[in-house]
């Protein structure tokens, strides 16, 4: 009788701990598949990924130097992949676009996408505008805005990193040593 009741409780164990043993191998892989895309990405440039987030199917990371930024999505079996030369832009900005909606409490606003904008220094560039989340392809926002604030802020950082570097050196061409 105890061998019984001592199987039975080592069934009822397995089944309750298993699906979450399987779920977290599974997100162990697709951080792994993320990571291996952006370092991919990093070393086509020649460079490295110092910091990264991954947020559902979606990955940003930086260099150590702060000269890349570097962005990976997966929607299905397809990896969108892009890199950005942060010396040649001059602003980063979060774009938060809402549609109005009809709720019990009167009118509302829900959040239809959420996007980092880079704007280029030449003036004539394109504006690159990475897609943090869209309502017509994921029903509900699970850490992605918080990403996105996260980023907005290392961009700046990084941009700022550079324009500061920009001043100096072009401070010390027009520094003549005494002779």
Known sequence: MELGTAIIGLIVLTATFLPFVIIHRNKGKKDHESLVQLTR?????????????KVMNLSLGISSDNRYLFYVRKEGDQWTERWVELENIETCQSNTIRRPVQGKAGKDSVIERLELVLAPINRSGNIIRLEIFDAQKSLQIYEEYNLLKKWEGLIQNALSMHQMGDQLSQKEEGFAYPV
């Open 41 to 53: 990405i990093a070393f086509a440039n020649r460079s490295d990924i110092a910091q990264w987030d």
